[in-house]
Protein backbone atom coordinates (compact mmCIF):
# COMPACT_ATOMS: atom_id res chain seq x y z
CA UNK A 1 0.00 0.00 0.00
CA UNK A 2 1.18 2.96 -1.07
CA UNK A 3 2.31 5.67 1.96
CA UNK A 4 0.28 8.98 2.07
CA UNK A 5 2.04 12.38 1.49
CA UNK A 6 1.75 14.48 3.98
CA UNK A 7 0.88 17.61 2.16
CA UNK A 8 -2.36 15.73 1.29
CA UNK A 9 -3.44 16.14 4.45
CA UNK A 10 -1.93 19.35 4.97
CA UNK A 11 -3.95 22.79 3.71
CA UNK A 12 -2.54 24.20 0.49
CA UNK A 13 -2.16 27.90 1.72
CA UNK A 14 -0.48 26.71 5.26
CA UNK A 15 3.48 27.96 4.63
CA UNK A 16 2.14 30.97 2.70
CA UNK A 17 2.59 33.60 6.36
CA UNK A 18 6.06 32.03 6.20
CA UNK A 19 7.31 32.73 2.05
CA UNK A 20 9.20 35.75 0.97
CA UNK A 21 6.23 36.07 -1.35
CA UNK A 22 3.65 39.09 -0.28
CA UNK A 23 4.59 39.26 3.59
CA UNK A 24 7.28 40.67 5.76
CA UNK A 25 5.67 39.37 9.14
CA UNK A 26 7.62 35.57 8.74
CA UNK A 27 9.59 35.47 11.75
CA UNK A 28 6.41 37.25 13.78
CA UNK A 29 4.21 34.74 12.66
CA UNK A 30 5.95 32.18 13.59
CA UNK A 31 6.74 33.53 16.87
CA UNK A 32 2.53 34.14 17.72
CA UNK A 33 2.20 30.98 16.66
CA UNK A 34 4.53 29.40 19.45
CA UNK A 35 2.79 31.85 22.18
CA UNK A 36 -0.38 30.18 20.99
CA UNK A 37 0.88 26.71 21.23
CA UNK A 38 1.79 27.10 24.47
CA UNK A 39 -1.18 28.60 25.77
CA UNK A 40 -3.29 25.68 24.03
CA UNK A 41 -1.06 23.14 24.93
CA UNK A 42 -2.95 22.27 28.04
CA UNK A 43 -6.12 23.97 28.12
CA UNK A 44 -8.73 21.97 27.46
CA UNK A 45 -11.24 24.14 26.15
CA UNK A 46 -9.65 26.16 24.03
CA UNK A 47 -8.63 29.56 23.98
CA UNK A 48 -11.25 32.42 24.12
CA UNK A 49 -10.61 35.26 20.92
CA UNK A 50 -10.08 37.94 23.56
CA UNK A 51 -7.35 35.73 25.17
CA UNK A 52 -5.68 35.03 21.49
CA UNK A 53 -5.61 39.26 20.99
CA UNK A 54 -4.33 40.04 24.33
CA UNK A 55 -1.68 37.50 23.17
CA UNK A 56 -0.89 38.74 20.20
CA UNK A 57 -1.01 42.56 21.45
CA UNK A 58 0.98 41.65 24.32
CA UNK A 59 3.66 39.95 21.81
CA UNK A 60 2.96 43.11 19.15
CA UNK A 61 4.47 45.59 21.97
CA UNK A 62 6.94 43.62 22.64
CA UNK A 63 8.62 43.60 19.42
CA UNK A 64 7.17 46.78 17.99
CA UNK A 65 5.85 45.21 14.73
CA UNK A 66 2.83 47.60 14.57
CA UNK A 67 4.50 49.93 12.09
CA UNK A 68 5.04 46.15 10.00
CA UNK A 69 1.82 44.79 10.98
CA UNK A 70 0.42 48.11 9.76
CA UNK A 71 2.36 48.21 6.12
CA UNK A 72 1.10 44.61 5.41
CA UNK A 73 -2.12 45.50 5.92
CA UNK A 74 -2.52 48.59 4.03
CA UNK A 75 -0.58 46.94 1.10
CA UNK A 76 -3.02 44.00 1.51
CA UNK A 77 -5.89 46.58 1.37
CA UNK A 78 -7.14 45.74 5.43
CA UNK A 79 -7.91 49.04 6.32
CA UNK A 80 -11.95 48.82 6.52
CA UNK A 81 -12.45 48.27 10.44
CA UNK A 82 -10.88 51.45 12.37
CA UNK A 83 -11.87 52.53 15.55
CA UNK A 84 -13.51 55.80 16.47
CA UNK A 85 -10.62 57.71 15.94
CA UNK A 86 -9.88 56.60 12.39
CA UNK A 87 -6.86 55.07 13.50
CA UNK A 88 -5.88 51.06 13.32
CA UNK A 89 -5.65 50.07 16.70
CA UNK A 90 -3.36 47.29 18.07
CA UNK A 91 -6.37 45.17 18.68
CA UNK A 92 -7.23 46.11 14.85
CA UNK A 93 -3.56 44.40 14.12
CA UNK A 94 -4.25 41.12 16.36
CA UNK A 95 -7.38 40.86 14.45
CA UNK A 96 -5.53 40.29 11.16
CA UNK A 97 -2.74 38.34 12.01
CA UNK A 98 -5.73 36.04 13.65
CA UNK A 99 -7.39 35.80 10.34
CA UNK A 100 -4.58 35.53 8.04
CA UNK A 101 -3.39 32.37 10.39
CA UNK A 102 -6.96 31.08 10.31
CA UNK A 103 -7.27 31.87 6.16
CA UNK A 104 -3.93 29.40 5.93
CA UNK A 105 -4.75 27.08 7.99
CA UNK A 106 -3.08 27.32 11.15
CA UNK A 107 -5.95 27.74 13.72
CA UNK A 108 -9.76 27.05 13.08
CA UNK A 109 -12.54 29.39 14.72
CA UNK A 110 -15.67 28.54 16.47
CA UNK A 111 -18.26 30.49 16.82
CA UNK A 112 -21.14 29.33 19.96
CA UNK A 113 -24.87 30.43 19.74
CA UNK A 114 -24.10 33.31 22.47
CA UNK A 115 -21.53 34.69 19.10
CA UNK A 116 -18.57 34.10 21.76
CA UNK A 117 -15.92 32.52 19.85
CA UNK A 118 -13.09 29.79 20.34
CA UNK A 119 -9.58 29.66 18.53
CA UNK A 120 -8.72 26.00 18.16
CA UNK A 121 -5.25 24.40 16.71
CA UNK A 122 -5.80 21.30 14.54
CA UNK A 123 -4.18 18.44 14.54
CA UNK A 124 -1.38 18.63 12.60
CA UNK A 125 -0.99 22.38 14.25
CA UNK A 126 0.19 20.62 17.19
CA UNK A 127 2.39 18.43 16.00
CA UNK A 128 4.48 21.22 13.70
CA UNK A 129 4.53 23.18 16.63
CA UNK A 130 5.97 21.17 18.93
CA UNK A 131 8.84 20.47 16.31
CA UNK A 132 9.29 24.37 16.15
CA UNK A 133 9.53 24.90 19.31
CA UNK A 134 11.87 22.12 20.18
CA UNK A 135 13.61 24.21 17.47
CA UNK A 136 13.40 27.12 18.89
CA UNK A 137 14.16 26.37 22.45
CA UNK A 138 17.56 24.10 21.19
CA UNK A 139 17.83 21.59 24.52
CA UNK A 140 19.74 18.69 24.68
CA UNK A 141 18.45 15.39 23.61
CA UNK A 142 18.15 13.47 27.33
CA UNK A 143 19.04 9.57 26.88
CA UNK A 144 19.11 9.05 29.97
CA UNK A 145 16.99 6.19 31.48
CA UNK A 146 15.53 4.79 27.79
CA UNK A 147 17.99 1.95 27.82
CA UNK A 148 17.37 1.23 31.42
CA UNK A 149 13.37 1.39 30.78
CA UNK A 150 13.89 -1.46 27.69
CA UNK A 151 15.50 -3.09 29.32
CA UNK A 152 12.99 -3.48 32.61
CA UNK A 153 10.31 -4.04 30.03
CA UNK A 154 12.30 -7.20 28.37
CA UNK A 155 13.84 -8.60 31.40
CA UNK A 156 10.65 -7.98 34.39
CA UNK A 157 7.95 -9.78 32.90
CA UNK A 158 7.34 -12.05 36.26
CA UNK A 159 4.00 -9.94 36.78
CA UNK A 160 0.85 -11.61 36.48
CA UNK A 161 -0.28 -8.77 34.08
CA UNK A 162 2.93 -8.20 32.36
CA UNK A 163 1.86 -7.72 28.43
CA UNK A 164 4.48 -8.92 25.86
CA UNK A 165 3.11 -7.18 23.04
CA UNK A 166 3.03 -3.85 25.07
CA UNK A 167 6.90 -4.33 25.89
CA UNK A 168 8.04 -5.08 22.54
CA UNK A 169 6.22 -2.12 21.20
CA UNK A 170 7.71 0.08 24.59
CA UNK A 171 11.27 -1.03 23.49
CA UNK A 172 10.78 -0.25 19.72
CA UNK A 173 9.95 2.83 20.56
CA UNK A 174 12.66 3.61 23.06
CA UNK A 175 15.36 1.95 20.84
CA UNK A 176 14.58 4.11 17.96
CA UNK A 177 14.58 6.88 19.81
CA UNK A 178 17.62 6.41 21.09
CA UNK A 179 19.53 5.49 17.80
CA UNK A 180 17.66 8.57 16.15
CA UNK A 181 18.76 11.24 19.51
CA UNK A 182 22.81 9.91 18.95
CA UNK A 183 22.26 10.73 14.99
CA UNK A 184 20.88 13.80 15.44
CA UNK A 185 23.61 14.55 17.97
CA UNK A 186 26.35 12.78 15.52
CA UNK A 187 24.88 15.30 12.56
CA UNK A 188 24.99 18.05 14.98
CA UNK A 189 28.73 17.96 15.85
CA UNK A 190 29.76 17.98 12.20
CA UNK A 191 27.72 21.74 12.36
CA UNK A 192 29.62 22.70 15.44
CA UNK A 193 33.44 21.66 14.00
CA UNK A 194 32.08 23.91 10.99
CA UNK A 195 30.90 26.86 12.93
CA UNK A 196 34.69 26.53 14.76
CA UNK A 197 36.55 27.29 11.83
CA UNK A 198 34.77 30.33 11.05
CA UNK A 199 36.60 33.58 11.75
CA UNK A 200 35.94 34.31 15.42
CA UNK A 201 37.76 35.31 18.33
CA UNK A 202 39.30 33.24 20.59
CA UNK A 203 37.17 34.66 23.68
CA UNK A 204 34.20 33.18 21.29
CA UNK A 205 35.70 30.11 20.21
CA UNK A 206 36.14 29.37 23.98
CA UNK A 207 32.51 30.26 24.54
CA UNK A 208 31.38 28.07 21.76
CA UNK A 209 33.85 25.02 23.00
CA UNK A 210 32.74 25.09 26.98
CA UNK A 211 29.60 26.49 26.76
CA UNK A 212 27.33 25.88 23.65
CA UNK A 213 29.01 22.57 22.71
CA UNK A 214 28.87 21.32 26.84
CA UNK A 215 25.10 21.97 26.28
CA UNK A 216 24.89 19.62 23.45
CA UNK A 217 26.72 16.30 24.62
CA UNK A 218 25.87 17.49 28.16
CA UNK A 219 25.30 15.76 31.18
CA UNK A 220 22.63 12.80 29.25
CA UNK A 221 25.63 12.06 27.04
CA UNK A 222 28.14 11.73 29.62
CA UNK A 223 25.50 9.18 31.18
CA UNK A 224 24.09 7.26 28.04
CA UNK A 225 28.57 6.26 28.19
CA UNK A 226 28.92 5.61 32.05
CA UNK A 227 25.99 4.25 34.08
CA UNK A 228 23.95 3.82 31.40
CA UNK A 229 26.08 2.63 28.64
CA UNK A 230 24.90 0.63 26.42
CA UNK A 231 26.85 -2.68 27.18
CA UNK A 232 25.10 -2.68 30.54
CA UNK A 233 21.82 -4.32 28.84
CA UNK A 234 22.08 -5.43 25.33
CA UNK A 235 23.05 -8.79 26.40
CA UNK A 236 20.42 -9.47 28.07
CA UNK A 237 17.82 -7.94 26.04
CA UNK A 238 19.13 -9.81 22.69
CA UNK A 239 19.35 -12.81 24.36
CA UNK A 240 15.53 -12.64 25.93
CA UNK A 241 14.47 -11.43 22.47
CA UNK A 242 16.51 -14.37 20.68
CA UNK A 243 14.67 -16.74 22.75
CA UNK A 244 11.29 -15.60 22.29
CA UNK A 245 11.45 -15.50 18.87
CA UNK A 246 12.00 -19.08 18.71
CA UNK A 247 9.08 -20.24 21.24
CA UNK A 248 6.78 -20.62 18.53
CA UNK A 249 3.98 -20.05 21.37
CA UNK A 250 5.33 -17.31 22.96
CA UNK A 251 5.38 -16.26 19.30
CA UNK A 252 1.28 -16.76 18.32
CA UNK A 253 0.02 -15.48 21.99
CA UNK A 254 1.67 -12.03 21.04
CA UNK A 255 0.46 -11.97 18.16
CA UNK A 256 -2.82 -12.22 18.87
CA UNK A 257 -2.34 -9.68 22.02
CA UNK A 258 -1.18 -7.23 19.37
CA UNK A 259 -3.96 -8.13 16.79
CA UNK A 260 -6.46 -7.53 18.96
CA UNK A 261 -4.50 -4.04 20.39
CA UNK A 262 -3.66 -2.70 16.82
CA UNK A 263 -6.88 -4.17 14.73
CA UNK A 264 -4.85 -6.23 12.40
CA UNK A 265 -4.76 -9.73 11.50
CA UNK A 266 -2.74 -11.76 13.06
CA UNK A 267 -0.28 -12.95 10.28
CA UNK A 268 0.40 -9.39 10.01
CA UNK A 269 0.90 -9.13 14.00
CA UNK A 270 3.13 -12.03 13.65
CA UNK A 271 5.46 -10.08 11.16
CA UNK A 272 5.31 -6.67 12.78
CA UNK A 273 6.55 -8.46 15.81
CA UNK A 274 9.58 -9.99 13.91
CA UNK A 275 10.55 -6.33 11.83
CA UNK A 276 10.47 -5.03 15.79
CA UNK A 277 12.71 -7.86 16.99
CA UNK A 278 14.98 -7.72 14.65
CA UNK A 279 14.69 -3.70 14.56
CA UNK A 280 16.23 -3.87 18.61
CA UNK A 281 19.16 -6.24 18.20
CA UNK A 282 20.22 -4.32 14.73
CA UNK A 283 20.02 -1.19 16.30
CA UNK A 284 21.89 -2.80 20.10
CA UNK A 285 24.34 -4.43 18.11
CA UNK A 286 25.29 -1.79 15.66
CA UNK A 287 25.43 1.24 18.61
CA UNK A 288 29.15 0.86 19.63
CA UNK A 289 30.45 1.92 15.63
CA UNK A 290 27.86 5.34 16.10
CA UNK A 291 29.14 5.89 19.58
CA UNK A 292 32.88 5.67 18.27
CA UNK A 293 32.36 8.18 15.62
CA UNK A 294 30.70 10.62 17.79
CA UNK A 295 33.69 10.30 19.98
CA UNK A 296 35.80 10.82 17.10
CA UNK A 297 33.91 13.94 15.63
CA UNK A 298 34.23 15.18 19.15
CA UNK A 299 37.63 15.01 19.80
CA UNK A 300 37.81 16.76 16.33
CA UNK A 301 35.71 19.35 17.06
CA UNK A 302 38.15 20.34 19.98
CA UNK A 303 41.29 19.87 18.20
CA UNK A 304 40.07 22.16 15.49
CA UNK A 305 38.50 24.72 17.91
CA UNK A 306 41.77 24.49 19.99
CA UNK A 307 43.98 25.13 17.25
CA UNK A 308 42.10 28.39 15.93
CA UNK A 309 42.98 29.13 19.61
CA UNK A 310 46.29 29.26 19.39
CA UNK A 311 46.65 30.54 15.79
CA UNK A 312 44.58 33.46 16.68
CA UNK A 313 46.60 34.08 20.02
CA UNK A 314 49.69 34.19 17.71
CA UNK A 315 49.00 35.43 14.98
CA UNK A 316 50.68 38.69 13.41
CA UNK A 317 46.85 39.44 12.33
CA UNK A 318 44.81 38.29 15.22
CA UNK A 319 45.16 39.47 18.90
CA UNK A 320 48.92 39.92 19.09
CA UNK A 321 48.15 43.22 16.59
CA UNK A 322 45.96 44.23 18.62
CA UNK A 323 47.94 44.12 21.30
CA UNK A 324 50.66 46.08 20.06
CA UNK A 325 48.31 48.67 19.05
CA UNK A 326 46.78 48.80 22.77
CA UNK A 327 50.59 48.88 23.91
CA UNK A 328 51.45 52.37 21.52
CA UNK A 329 48.46 53.87 22.53
CA UNK A 330 49.43 53.83 25.93
CA UNK A 331 52.59 54.87 25.58
CA UNK A 332 51.19 57.72 23.17
CA UNK A 333 48.75 58.73 26.75
CA UNK A 334 52.29 58.32 28.78
CA UNK A 335 54.08 60.69 26.37
CA UNK A 336 51.46 63.01 26.22
CA UNK A 337 51.19 63.57 30.05
CA UNK A 338 55.25 64.21 29.80
CA UNK A 339 55.54 60.82 32.01
CA UNK A 340 58.84 60.09 30.35
CA UNK A 341 59.48 57.05 33.22
CA UNK A 342 57.24 53.96 32.33
CA UNK A 343 55.65 52.64 35.13
CA UNK A 344 56.24 50.33 37.83
CA UNK A 345 53.55 47.52 37.35
CA UNK A 346 54.82 47.61 33.45
CA UNK A 347 56.80 44.32 32.43
CA UNK A 348 60.68 44.98 32.04
CA UNK A 349 62.30 44.26 28.55
CA UNK A 350 63.23 40.28 28.28
CA UNK A 351 66.88 39.52 27.57
CA UNK A 352 67.87 36.43 26.60
CA UNK A 353 72.04 35.44 28.14
CA UNK A 354 74.44 35.57 26.05
CA UNK A 355 76.33 31.79 25.71
CA UNK A 356 80.04 31.68 25.00
CA UNK A 357 80.71 28.58 22.22
CA UNK A 358 82.94 25.87 24.27
CA UNK A 359 84.52 22.64 22.63
CA UNK A 360 80.47 21.03 22.43
CA UNK A 361 79.27 23.90 20.03
CA UNK A 362 81.56 23.09 17.32
CA UNK A 363 80.99 19.82 14.67
CA UNK A 364 82.55 16.86 16.64
CA UNK A 365 83.78 14.23 13.72
CA UNK A 366 82.26 10.32 13.89
CA UNK A 367 85.10 8.17 16.08
CA UNK A 368 85.93 4.96 14.72
CA UNK A 369 84.42 1.61 15.90
CA UNK A 370 84.47 -2.39 16.83
CA UNK A 371 82.18 -3.70 14.01
CA UNK A 372 79.19 -4.69 15.16
CA UNK A 373 79.13 -9.16 15.44
CA UNK A 374 75.53 -10.75 16.14
CA UNK A 375 75.44 -13.43 18.46
CA UNK A 376 74.48 -16.82 17.68
CA UNK A 377 70.56 -17.36 17.83
CA UNK A 378 69.83 -20.89 19.21
CA UNK A 379 65.77 -22.31 18.92
CA UNK A 380 64.75 -24.27 21.66
CA UNK A 381 63.66 -27.72 20.44
CA UNK A 382 60.33 -28.51 22.10
CA UNK A 383 58.97 -31.34 23.10
CA UNK A 384 55.65 -32.97 21.42
CA UNK A 385 53.78 -32.13 24.83
CA UNK A 386 54.98 -28.20 24.64
CA UNK A 387 54.12 -27.92 21.73
CA UNK A 388 50.45 -29.19 21.70
CA UNK A 389 50.30 -26.77 25.40
CA UNK A 390 51.51 -23.92 22.93
CA UNK A 391 48.88 -24.61 20.74
CA UNK A 392 45.76 -24.71 22.69
CA UNK A 393 47.39 -21.52 24.32
CA UNK A 394 47.10 -19.91 20.62
CA UNK A 395 43.91 -21.18 19.57
CA UNK A 396 42.63 -20.45 23.41
CA UNK A 397 43.88 -16.44 22.55
CA UNK A 398 42.81 -16.02 18.96
CA UNK A 399 39.27 -17.67 20.15
CA UNK A 400 39.36 -15.04 22.39
CA UNK A 401 40.26 -12.11 20.61
CA UNK A 402 37.94 -12.94 17.76
CA UNK A 403 34.17 -14.48 18.25
CA UNK A 404 31.31 -15.13 16.15
CA UNK A 405 29.52 -12.10 17.89
CA UNK A 406 32.89 -9.57 17.06
CA UNK A 407 32.91 -10.52 13.53
CA UNK A 408 29.38 -10.54 12.85
CA UNK A 409 29.01 -6.49 14.55
CA UNK A 410 31.96 -5.80 12.56
CA UNK A 411 30.76 -6.75 9.26
CA UNK A 412 27.26 -5.48 9.97
CA UNK A 413 28.61 -1.97 10.43
CA UNK A 414 29.59 -1.83 6.42
CA UNK A 415 26.30 -2.98 5.37
CA UNK A 416 24.34 0.85 5.83
CA UNK A 417 21.10 0.08 5.38
CA UNK A 418 21.95 -2.23 2.30
CA UNK A 419 21.21 -5.81 1.62
CA UNK A 420 24.85 -6.57 0.00
CA UNK A 421 28.32 -4.92 -0.22
CA UNK A 422 31.17 -5.74 -3.25
CA UNK A 423 33.97 -6.41 -2.03
CA UNK A 424 35.22 -3.47 -3.67
CA UNK A 425 33.20 -0.83 -1.22
CA UNK A 426 34.68 -2.43 1.74
CA UNK A 427 37.09 -0.13 4.07
CA UNK A 428 40.83 0.72 2.32
CA UNK A 429 42.02 -0.66 5.36
CA UNK A 430 40.05 -4.04 5.70
CA UNK A 431 41.38 -4.67 2.28
CA UNK A 432 44.80 -3.74 3.20
CA UNK A 433 44.64 -6.18 6.43
CA UNK A 434 44.30 -9.58 4.15
CA UNK A 435 44.20 -11.80 7.44
CA UNK A 436 41.08 -10.28 8.81
CA UNK A 437 39.35 -10.49 5.46
CA UNK A 438 40.23 -14.20 5.51
CA UNK A 439 38.53 -13.90 9.26
CA UNK A 440 35.50 -12.56 8.01
CA UNK A 441 35.22 -14.89 4.94
CA UNK A 442 35.92 -18.02 7.43
CA UNK A 443 32.87 -16.82 9.68
CA UNK A 444 30.57 -16.35 6.70
CA UNK A 445 29.30 -20.16 7.44
CA UNK A 446 28.81 -19.76 11.01
CA UNK A 447 25.64 -20.36 12.49
CA UNK A 448 25.77 -17.70 14.53
CA UNK A 449 26.30 -14.55 11.78
CA UNK A 450 23.98 -12.64 9.83
CA UNK A 451 25.79 -12.24 6.62
CA UNK A 452 27.48 -14.91 3.81
CA UNK A 453 29.30 -14.94 1.18
CA UNK A 454 28.52 -15.17 -2.48
CA UNK A 455 30.47 -15.28 -5.56
CA UNK A 456 29.83 -12.58 -8.26
CA UNK A 457 30.86 -12.45 -11.93
CA UNK A 458 33.78 -9.72 -13.06
CA UNK A 459 37.38 -9.08 -13.12
CA UNK A 460 39.37 -10.79 -10.72
CA UNK A 461 40.19 -7.93 -8.12
CA UNK A 462 43.69 -7.33 -6.28
CA UNK A 463 44.50 -7.86 -2.67
CA UNK A 464 47.50 -6.89 -1.70
CA UNK A 465 50.26 -9.23 -3.57
CA UNK A 466 47.14 -11.71 -4.55
CA UNK A 467 44.20 -11.58 -7.01
CA UNK A 468 41.10 -12.90 -5.73
CA UNK A 469 37.83 -13.89 -8.03
CA UNK A 470 35.23 -10.85 -6.91
CA UNK A 471 32.44 -11.71 -4.18
CA UNK A 472 29.93 -9.63 -1.86
CA UNK A 473 28.74 -9.56 1.66
CA UNK A 474 25.11 -10.14 1.44
CA UNK A 475 22.80 -9.71 5.01
CA UNK A 476 20.98 -12.50 6.47
CA UNK A 477 17.62 -11.58 7.73
Given amino acids: ?128 LEALRSIQEQKPREFTGQLYTAHQLIIANKNKDFSPALAITQTYENVRQVVRGLSELNHNIRRYIERATRGRSPAELLQL ?9 GHAYHA ?8 RYRRDIIVRLRTWERNAD ?19 AEQEIHGY ?9 SLDPLLEEIDRRHAQYLRTSLRQIRYQLVSADGSFKDRLVSLARRLAELQAADIVELPEEMPGPQLQPVRVPDQNSFYTPPQRREPFTTAVVVAPVLTPGEFAALRRATLQDVTQALT ?11 FNGHAAIH ?22 HHPEVKYGVA ?23
Fill in 423 to 444: VSDLPPDLLDDLPRLTTIIAYS
Fill in 1 to 128: MATANPFDVLPPNLFNPFGTQGTTLQRHYMAILVRLYGLAEFNRFGLTREIAISEVVDYLRSVDAEQAVAAEMLAAEETTTRSITGQLTEQDYAAYLLRRLAETGWIEREQHADYSETIILPDYAFTL
Fill in 224 to 231: LKTSDHVS
Fill in 404 to 414: PDKVNRYVLSF
Fill in 455 to 477: VVDGLPIGIGPYRIAPFQLERIA
Fill in 209 to 217: QFDDYAQTL
Fill in 250 to 268: WLTSTAAELAAQGHVTPAQ
Fill in 277 to 285: VHFIIDQLE
